[in-house]
């Protein structure tokens, strides 16, 4: 069965210091999400993207954030400059059509700012 | 804005027991409501879905009928088992491509 794949499955930085999250969703999917949860709260949603570009984005999803699709497979969300408060699980998903909720995720990447 | 309100856990429950994790949501206009579930070291899957007051979304045994009236969702299912011990979240869809998530009820079931 096709599913979400993410890398790392763990990483600790220092604060200031940037991450990359990676992701490969299913192949034949065209929506794409990243998603957190810090813990003891809500999964809560950050950014869809679609056809190269950002769909919609939260109000987490500030310039300290970045997207990219560097080549057909591959989904990466950039953290530039970590905060002690970016500790979090990550989800990456992915979906092969538009605003059904339907969505396949990741088994998470979990960031740990010290 | 729209949000999400689930019963917390952790729920332990004894095999073949009756299952029910309360969900209730705010939200404008007619929202699609989900569950998610989410099993030890995985990602979250979607469970069921309904998209419009009076559905109900039906897998795997579990159920759960979209109540306008009183605006929730609660999963339901008659008789659990080993396997369904999971994190079940509650969300909706209104506009957009955003899931709105519940902070997600830890569900154990013992033999």
């Known amino acids: 069965e096709p599913e979400v794949t993410q890398t790392p499955s763990h990483q600790v930085t220092q604060m200031g210091q940037e991450v990359i999250l990676r992701c490969v969703p299913i192949?034949?999917?065209?929506?794409f999400y990243w998603y957190r949860q810090i813990l003891g709260q809500k999964v809560e949603f950050l950014v869809s993207?679609?056809?190269?570009?950002?769909?919609?984005k939260s109000e987490i999803f500030d310039d300290q954030f970045s997207v990219e699709r560097p080549d057909g497979s591959n989904f990466t969300l950039k953290i530039r400059s970590t905060k002690l408060e970016d500790s979090a699980m990550y989800f990456c998903?992915?979906?092969?059509?538009?605003?059904?909720?339907?969505?396949?995720f990741g088994e998470g990447s979990r960031l740990t700012v010290l | 804005g729209d949000s999400v309100t689930q019963m917390e856990g952790p729920v332990t429950l004894s095999e073949e027991a009756f299952l029910t994790i309360n969900c209730t949501y705010t939200?404008?206009?007619?929202?699609?409501l989900f569950w998610y579930v989410q099993y030890p070291g995985e990602g979250l899957q979607l469970l069921l879905k309904?998209?419009?007051?009076?559905d109900k979304g039906s897998n795997k045994g579990f159920e759960a009928t979209y109540r306008k009236e009183t605006t929730s969702f609660h999963l339901e299912k008659g008789s659990v088992q080993v396997s369904d011990s999971a994190v079940y979240f509650c969300?909706?869809?209104?506009?957009?491509?955003?899931?709105?998530f519940g902070k997600g009820t830890s569900l154990l079931v013992t033999p």
């Open positions: 309904a998209t419009k007051a009076d």
């Open positions: 998903a992915s979906s092969g059509a538009a605003n059904t909720g339907e969505l396949f």
């Open positions: 939200a404008t206009g007619y929202p699609s």
């Open positions: 969300a909706l869809l209104n506009s957009g491509y955003a899931l709105n």
């Open positions: 192949s034949n999917h065209l929506y």
């Open positions: 993207f679609y056809n190269n570009e950002i769909s919609e």
